[in-house]
């Protein structure tokens, strides 16, 4: 009953379809996502596609299809991702209030993962620095010898290659 799949019907039910969605995806990175995309659409554990709430009223169920949906819900057997309109109305606000809040999460998202990416980069920044500063170390600590017996060990080439990305 409820482990209907992408583009089949549940048995006895034909007027019930259960439709996958492609994940979300920002039409332009710096806009962020449509409001279309704010809610995500999940699979549930079991890999069933949970039902979306928006095209409840379209679907014309026959009151024993609505009823075995219902158990289907109520039991767990499928999840419901209800529409913005009827959470808001569940909840006594306006679906005006669900949605900017959902921007305003959308929003508080990108930027934890902006902060999440800079701490990153800084990391591997701070990691090349303290390599570069044991080397440095080693070369003031060593004779001129040393240094010319590091540079043909090294290669003069790959030498040429750093300090010419150095000086660009």
């Known amino acids: 009953m409820g482990n209907a799949q992408s583009g089949e019907a549940r048995p006895g039910c034909p007027s019930i379809w259960v439709r996958s969605h492609d994940r979300p995806v920002a039409r332009d990175p710096r806009k962020g996502l449509d409001m279309n995309h704010i809610v995500k659409f999940s699979s549930d554990r079991n890999g069933s596609v949970a039902i979306n709430g928006r095209g409840l009223n379209r679907r014309h169920l ?33 679906p005006a209030q669900v949605s900017e809040r959902l921007k305003w999460r959308a929003q508080q998202e990108a930027r934890r993962q902006e902060a999440e990416r800079r701490l990153q980069v800084q990391e591997g920044a701070e990691m090349v620095n303290a390599e570069a500063e044991i080397l440095a170390d080693a070369w003031r600590s060593t004779s001129a010898e040393a240094h010319e017996a590091a540079i043909q060990m090294i290669g003069p080439g790959a030498v040429w290659d750093a300090i010419a990305r150095v000086i660009a």
């Open 62 to 94: 026959t009151l024993d299809q609505r009823i075995d949906l219902a158990a289907d819900l109520a039991s767990g057997r499928q999840l419901l991702h209800p529409s913005i309109k009827s959470t808001a109305a569940s909840l006594k606000i306006t």
